[in-house]
């Protein structure tokens, strides 16, 4: 009775949330002025710092992208920082300060935040942006951010983030995730409820990240810990979906699961840390909806990866009784007779076909078109069982306080 209870709970909050965003995307869409202009009016000054530590692989493609955006050159900079590399990364960073625009710093190994700090204290720009060194833009991403910042309530914008490569499988299915992520990113600022600023190319108003005392450590998440911080001051999160970025995405399981943990851990202690905003009304749809979502959720996936590896044992256990009792081993047979109409296996498949459904929209935002990438079905079938893994990992050492080893 409490695990019926228990899992219906969860699959209503799961249903109402994918609901919820849906609902307020197509509001969005029918109210939304198309008129509005997007047009630069002025050319802020705009640096961007490349934090890299061991990127003498894709350091070159990097800086390249960066030169290559349409913008004033006399009102753009690049500014490299080797946080500590052992290999020829400050070398080949150091060859692209032939252009004026480009500068490169080297320091001893401290960390993103450190490097991202030492960026901010050599530049008077008036945004400031971070693109990791894995990460390339397309030439128009730049503007599409820059027009954004001419509402003065902004005080970060968020791009469009793709993934860079597609070479194996893992790749394919990620590629599905970062779609569905475009999704919730649009409409998370849409709802002023952004609580990620990432790592590739997100810019901010250089003023107000001085104003809050700079990056920090933030559990090896510092790009949380920003947006959260700039959340609880009040200021605004906002996103350009047109602003490309492609970045690259771990290509092993793996690397994969580190990378996962790293950033679960880090989301984990940073709700600790800012624990005031869950639930409180004065921080608006982030406190009230999307941030107790966020934590539900986690423990929704942890909660359904179990009891569907239970179900699957009991299943189990009983046809190797009845093989044990009849001697003979069942033929699967397929049979509309047999298919499970159940309550619970209709939610099931409702909340899968909403994510199907987001993952499109996500597509739609992103590229113009609302075709579902070609890993999709491995995406429902086979990734959805991953994430309880690195969930769960990280669950664990959030709550002895291990840390997360990343450079």
């Known amino acids: ?46 640096a961007i710092i490349v934090p890299c530590y061991n990127e003498e692989s894709g350091i070159s493609a990097t800086i390249a992208s960066l030169l290559a955006l349409q913008y004033p ?58 693109l990791d060194a894995d990460s390339i833009v397309e030439p128009e991403a ?5 027009s954004i910042f001419q509402n003065e309530k902004v005080a970060a914008v968020t791009p469009g983030i793709h993934v860079k490569e597609t070479g194996n ?4 299915m990620q590629k599905v995730e970062y779609r569905l992520s475009i999704f919730n990113r649009f409409m998370l600022a849409a709802l002023g409820s952004a609580f990620i600023t990432p790592g590739p190319f997100s810019i901010f108003r250089a003023s107000i990240v001085r104003e809050l005392g700079g990056w920090r450590y933030g559990h090896s998440t510092e790009d949380m810990e920003m947006a959260l911080r700039m959340q609880d001051a009040g200021f605004l999160i906002a ?23 790293r950033w679960t851990y880090g989301w984990l202690r940073n709700a600790v840390d800012y624990r005031h905003m869950i639930g409180n009304r004065n921080y608006g749809n982030l406190g009230i909806i999307i941030l ?23 299943l189990a256990q009983h046809e190797f009784l009845k093989i044990q009792v009849t001697g003979t081993v069942p033929h699967p047979m397929f049979s509309f007779f047999y298919f499970n109409t159940s309550m619970m296996s209709i939610l099931v498949w409702v909340a899968v076909g909403l994510i199907l459904l987001l993952v499109a929209l996500g ?26 893994l690195w969930l769960g ?10 840390g997360v080893r990343w450079r």
């Open 1 to 46: 009775m409490i695990d019926a209870a228990v899992t219906y709970t969860l699959l209503f909050v799961s249903l109402y949330f994918e609901i919820f965003l849906l609902v307020a995307f197509l509001q969005r869409a029918f109210l939304s002025n198309t008129n509005i202009s997007t047009a630069v009016s002025k050319y802020p000054k705009v």
């Open 73 to 130: 050159k006399d009102a753009f900079e690049v500014i490299v920082v080797d946080d500590g590399s052992k290999d020829r990364t400050f070398e080949i960073a150091k060859q692209f300060e032939a252009d004026s625009r480009v500068h490169v710093f080297h320091k001893e190994n401290g960390g993103k935040h450190s490097a991202m700090n030492l960026g901010l204290s050599k530049t008077n720009a008036e945004l400031i942006g971070c």
């Open 142 to 146: 730049l503007l599409s951010i820059v």
């Open 169 to 172: 499988l893992l790749q394919h």
């Open 239 to 261: 996103n350009a979906p047109k602003a490309i970025v492609h970045t690259g995405t771990p290509k092993t399981i793996r690397k994969l699961f580190h990378q996962r943990v």
């Open 292 to 314: 107790p979502s966020a934590l539900i959720s986690i423990g929704a996936a942890l909660f359904f990866f179990f009891k569907i590896i239970l179900e699957f044992a009991v």
């Open 363 to 388: 597509s739609l935002i992103g590229t113009g078109k609302r075709t579902l990438p070609i890993g999709t079905p491995l995406f429902v079938l086979f990734y959805s069982f991953l994430v309880p």
């Open 393 to 402: 990992t990280a669950v664990v050492r959030a709550a002895f306080k291990t």
